[in-house]
């Protein structure tokens, strides 16, 4: 099956930097890519996705670049706010799975006022 | 509102005591999936659920049942609990197995077996 390897498992910035959080997957069948948001006592939301034909999808001060090749992909925040901190996991979703994710670890992101 | 709803939020038992997490959802999605969330293992899943009445095993079933009677409910039914099942439990729905598509999930059950 799938395997997805997420990095950092912690990164803590100042406000007002970027935060790159980087996740590698195993099978080239997985075709797309979500990324979800945690915050202390809630559910993990979707903050955005990528689909294998597309290389950079961005929604404001978040992106997510692919790699099919290298089978990576990576989400991208500018401007870090103090509500970016979160625990952030990628996913990958192999297209014979049924929509079922196979998930990182998780990254916890601290950014400091 | 578009939301999953699970109950209870917090639960601490017994071992061998049945319990029921429930899970609905108002957006009339197809597919219904569980979720365990444990310390450095990230999100795994226990059984998921591609519409009314078909149900299958995630990576983790074991000691778990589930049912889908009902397109909005798909309850988690622990049948005799173990301290190796507390975790944080996530139900999640989507708007359906083919194709992909995002989850919503609930707010989490932070189940403890003593």
């Known amino acids: 099956g799938e395997n997805v390897e997420q990095h950092p498992s912690t990164l803590s910035v100042q406000e007002g930097d970027s935060a790159v959080i980087k996740c590698t997957y195993s099978?080239?069948?997985?075709?797309?890519f979500p990324w979800y948001k945690q915050e202390l006592g809630k559910g993990p939301q979707l903050i955005i996705d990528?689909?294998?034909?597309?290389g950079e999808k961005k929604d404001q001060r978040i992106a997510v670049t692919l790699n099919k090749t290298a089978k990576h992909f990576s989400l991208h925040i500018t401007e870090t706010q103090p509500e970016d901190s979160a625990v952030y996991f990628c996913a990958a979703d192999p297209l014979y799975n049924f929509n079922k994710f196979y998930f990182g670890s998780g990254t916890k992101l601290n950014v400091k006022p | 509102e578009a939301q999953v709803t699970q109950n209870p939020r917090y639960l601490i038992t017994v071992t061998g005591k049945k319990l029921t997490v429930t899970c609905s959802q108002n957006?009339?999605?197809?597919?219904m999936s569980w979720y365990r969330q444990d310390p450095g293992l990230g999100l795994r899943q226990i059984y998921y659920?591609?519409?009314?009445?078909?149900?299958d095993k995630g990576d983790v079933p074991e000691g778990y049942k589930v049912s889908r009677k009902e397109k909005r409910n798909f309850p988690l039914i622990l049948e005799s609990p173990s301290p190796n099942q507390t975790s944080l439990y996530f139900c999640?729905?989507?708007?359906?197995?083919?194709?992909?598509?995002?989850?919503?999930f609930g707010s989490g059950t932070r189940l403890t077996v003593v």
């Open positions: 659920s591609m519409n009314v009445e078909v149900t």
């Open positions: 957006m009339n999605h197809e597919y």
């Open positions: 999640a729905s989507s708007r359906s197995g083919q194709g992909q598509w995002g989850y919503t």
């Open positions: 990528i689909r294998s034909n597309v």
């Open positions: 099978d080239s069948a997985s075709n797309y």
